[in-house]
């Protein structure tokens, strides 16, 4: 039974409740962030409180608490749920008025709901499917415009989950205007003639934290980066296609609707880079 965090307070799970009124349920007005464990230390807390930060003054949401409360909360759950390996999942919601409404309440009179727990994931670091790498679809993206926000309208990225599963892969990668997005939880990259390709930061897409550092360890490994748009066709035509998420760090990807990649097994840049990201990572967890 893991003990979790509600307002304030530190509760066994099956005690831990949130009024039917929040806004997060009814109207899916809240945000939220996954921060890994590795060897029972946080990976890139910074960079995911800044995008917490980011996504909550998007929404004009007042943060209601600070980095350093912040940080204590996450490290007292990964100490009394005894997470060596795992992740952090946090939500923020502009939290319970008396009663529904389209219109915001005033955050002086309703505060935020904020609710943290761990999620155990022993192994998470050694997932032995990183050695033989993905298969993933291509489907319509069809979500809101500002993908960019961390928020927990998540319903289509769970069905583009189940639209994999009902075709036998892995995953999907989602397409506008003839062009790749993302992945369903993850940001998309593909590697042609040793240049690593991902899509620009912009609205379209979610500036992912472990993007981030992962295209900053490429740099530093003198790989070369290209940040512009690439289709499906591109991608099943190039040398390697792997993903980048808080919980799957580096992953490739060996197959996309139903065209192998290269020799349809993982490349050489998807492995260095994923060593790399939990070697250097794993230096700076706090």
Same mark, same amino acid.
């Given at each position: 039974?893991?003990?979790?965090?509600?307002?304030?307070?530190?509760?066994?799970?099956?005690?831990?409740?949130?009024?039917?009124?929040?806004?997060?349920?009814?109207?899916?007005?809240?945000?939220?962030?996954?921060?890994?464990?590795?060897?029972?230390?946080?990976?890139?807390?910074?960079?995911?409180?800044?995008?917490?930060?980011?996504?909550?003054?998007?929404?004009?949401?007042?943060?209601?608490?600070?980095?350093?409360?912040?940080?204590?909360?996450?490290?007292?759950?990964?100490?009394?749920?005894?997470?060596?390996?795992?992740?952090?999942?946090?939500?923020?919601?502009?939290?319970?008025?008396?009663?529904?409404?389209?219109?915001?309440? +005033?955050?002086?009179?309703?505060?935020?709901?904020?609710?943290?727990?761990?999620?155990?994931?022993?192994?998470?670091?050694?997932?032995?499917?990183?050695?033989?790498?993905?298969?993933?679809?291509?489907?319509?993206?069809?979500?809101?415009?500002?993908? +960019?926000?961390?928020?927990?309208?998540?319903?289509? &990225?769970?069905?583009?989950?189940?639209?994999?599963?009902?075709?036998?892969?892995?995953?999907?990668?989602?397409?506008?205007?003839?062009?790749?997005?993302?992945?369903?939880?993850?940001?998309?990259?593909?590697?042609?003639?040793?240049?690593?390709?991902?899509?620009?930061?912009?609205?379209?897409?979610?500036?992912?934290?472990?993007?981030?550092?992962?295209?900053?360890?490429?740099?530093?490994?003198?790989?070369?980066?290209?940040?512009?748009?690439?289709?499906?066709?591109?991608?099943?035509?190039?040398?390697?296609?792997?993903?980048?998420?808080?919980?799957?760090?580096?992953?490739?990807?060996?197959?996309?609707?139903?065209?192998?990649?290269?020799?349809?097994? &993982?490349?050489?840049?998807?492995?260095?880079?994923?060593?790399?990201?939990?070697?250097?990572?794993?230096?700076?967890?706090?």
């Amino acid at each position: 039974m893991r003990t979790v965090y509600v307002n304030g307070d530190y509760l066994s799970e099956d005690e831990a409740k949130v009024s039917i009124f929040d806004r997060g349920f009814l109207m899916a007005d809240g945000v939220y962030e996954v921060t890994s464990v590795l060897d029972g230390k946080l990976i890139d807390f910074d960079g995911h409180a800044v995008r917490l930060q980011r996504s909550l003054d998007e929404l004009d949401m007042k943060n209601p608490i600070s980095k350093e409360d912040l940080l204590e909360v996450h490290r007292e759950l990964v100490r009394v749920n005894e997470i060596n390996e795992g992740m952090i999942y946090l939500q923020i919601t502009r939290g319970a008025p008396s009663d529904r409404d389209f219109a915001f309440p +005033d955050p002086e009179t309703v505060p935020c709901t904020v609710v943290l727990f761990t999620q155990n994931k022993p192994g998470l670091a050694a997932n032995p499917v990183a050695q033989k790498g993905i298969k993933v679809i291509s489907i319509e993206d069809i979500r809101w415009g500002r993908r +960019d926000i961390k928020t927990v309208q998540l319903l289509y &990225p769970s069905m583009g989950k189940m639209m994999a599963k009902a075709a036998g892969v892995d995953d999907a990668w989602m397409v506008k205007e003839g062009y790749v997005t993302e992945g369903t939880s993850n940001n998309a990259y593909i590697v042609k003639g040793g240049k690593i390709i991902t899509r620009p930061k912009t609205n379209d897409i979610l500036h992912g934290i472990t993007r981030a550092a992962v295209l900053r360890f490429a740099e530093e490994a003198q790989m070369t980066v290209e940040e512009r748009n690439f289709t499906i066709e591109e991608a099943q035509d190039a040398d390697e296609a792997f993903i980048t998420s808080a919980s799957a760090f580096v992953m490739p990807v060996v197959e996309i609707d139903g065209a192998q990649i290269g020799d349809g097994k &993982p490349g050489s840049v998807a492995p260095r880079l994923r060593e790399i990201y939990l070697e250097e990572s794993r230096k700076v967890a706090i």
